[in-house]
């Protein structure tokens, strides 16, 4: 078996009060997670993953806890869950990012370069 990543146990999870504890106070309770929301203000994340390998197979996920906790726009807990591998599939998680348009390639870019001289600029 191998263990990656840190779930806090419902022990210390009980501690924990929405509505009271804020950002700095969970993280003096708990630790601060591996990973947080993709957005500035989101919640925190916990992830912990149990593997098995069995001889020469593929080793396989047997158990995953995640654990979400909320924060509101005062930064203090809204809400917390924990989620276990029997709550859903793997999902990949992308960021959002604003798009700046097609980029040109370089033989396009040169092109353009070519096609604004006029026979006067030559002179």
Same mark, same amino acid.
């Given at each position: 078996?191998?263990?990656? $990543?840190?779930?806090?146990?419902?022990? !210390? !999870?009980?501690?924990? +009060?929405?509505?009271?504890?804020?950002?700095?106070?969970?993280?003096?309770? =708990?630790? &601060?997670?591996?990973?947080? $929301?993709?957005?500035?203000?989101? $919640?925190?994340?916990?992830?912990?993953?149990?593997?098995?390998?069995?001889?020469? &197979?593929? *080793?396989?996920? =047997?158990? &995953?806890?995640?654990?979400? =906790?909320?924060?509101?726009?005062?930064? &203090? %807990? #809204?809400?917390?869950?924990?989620?276990?591998?029997?709550?859903? +599939?793997?999902?990949? !998680?992308? *960021?959002?990012?604003?798009?700046?348009?097609?980029?040109? #390639? =370089? %033989?396009?870019?040169? !092109?353009?370069?070519?096609?604004?001289?006029?026979?006067?600029?030559?002179?």
């Amino acid at each position: 078996m191998t263990y990656h $990543g840190y779930a806090p146990p419902d022990d !210390l !999870l009980a501690e924990i +009060e929405v509505g009271r504890d804020t950002r700095e106070t969970v993280a003096e309770t =708990i630790g &601060r997670p591996g990973m947080g $929301g993709v957005m500035e203000g989101s $919640g925190w994340f916990y992830v912990q993953s149990d593997w098995r390998q069995r001889g020469w &197979r593929e *080793r396989e996920e =047997i158990d &995953r806890q995640v654990v979400a =906790i909320s924060f509101d726009a005062n930064d &203090r %807990v #809204s809400n917390i869950e924990r989620f276990g591998l029997q709550d859903g +599939e793997v999902i990949a !998680l992308s *960021r959002r990012v604003t798009d700046a348009g097609p980029r040109p #390639s =370089i %033989v396009s870019q040169v !092109l353009a370069v070519l096609g604004n001289f006029t026979a006067g600029s030559f002179q």
